[in-house]
């Protein structure tokens, strides 16, 4: 496996479902991004890890739970999700922080 | 707010032409400034990334960024119907906080 890695590729889930969303960089980079893109608007930040610890969390939903627990994997825990929430969950990972990104494939995930 | 500001286009080119893609941004603190190229169902791809003031060259790609003026732009020199996309700015600020235009889309006609 080369650069970063997301899984699924696509999820469907109901609003009581639990799932988790797995990313993995295979660059030896230190920081991680999880990123939301919904039709017409910018890509928004969600959160930011360096060195495994948070840095970033950008007033996102408590629905929504990241967790790194090393600086190779990065997973977005969903629980409760609402229709709205339907997007392209996209991670990103860099050297450093400011850095510049490289972006894993994506999960398209449908919340019905 | 912090804003990142790019006309959405489309913006139509033959093939062969020059593209030249704008982004204008707010913060005068911003230090790193970044274009990525995302293709229609895929995620972003970098493409080029300039700190100073100044063009930067990669192929057929040419980047400039003005810090006084507040923009960064990218240059595509024989624009090629594969290079249609949506062109996204992005700058960081503050060491961490990426912020992203809502892109521009480009269509080189063949």
């Known amino acids: 496996e080369t650069g970063v890695t997301q899984t699924p590729r696509h999820l469907v889930m109901g609003m009581t479902n639990k799932k988790s969303l797995k990313c993995e960089q295979h660059?030896?980079?230190?920081?991680m991004y999880w990123y939301k893109q919904s039709a017409k608007k910018p890509l928004e930040l969600m959160f930011v890890?360096?060195?495994?610890?948070?840095?970033e969390n950008n007033s996102v939903p408590s629905r929504f739970s990241p967790e790194c627990p090393n600086s190779s994997h990065l997973f977005l825990h969903l629980h409760t999700l609402q229709p709205e929430d339907s997007a392209l969950y996209l991670c990103?990972?860099?050297?450093?922080?400011?850095?510049?990104?490289?972006f894993g494939p994506g999960t398209r995930l449908t919340v019905t | 707010q912090k804003e990142v500001e790019q006309n959405s286009g489309p913006l139509s080119v033959p093939e062969g032409a020059i593209a030249s893609l704008n982004c204008t941004y707010s913060?005068?603190?911003?230090?790193?400034f970044f274009w990525y190229r995302q293709y229609s169902g895929k995620s972003p791809e970098l493409i080029m990334f300039?700190?100073?003031?100044g063009d930067k060259e990669d192929g057929r790609f040419t980047a400039q960024l003005n810090k006084a003026s507040q923009y960064v732009s990218l240059l595509i020199r024989d624009s090629q119907p594969s290079d249609s996309a949506t062109y996204l700015c992005?700058?960081?600020?503050?060491?961490?906080?990426?912020?992203f235009g809502a892109g521009t889309r480009l269509f080189v006609k063949a």
């Open positions: 660059l030896g980079h230190n920081a």
């Open positions: 992005a700058e960081t600020t503050g060491g961490f906080k990426t912020i």
């Open positions: 990103a990972s860099s050297q450093d922080i400011g850095r510049e990104q490289y």
């Open positions: 300039i700190y100073s003031n």
């Open positions: 890890y360096s060195l495994e610890e948070r840095v």
């Open positions: 913060d005068r603190g911003s230090q790193s």
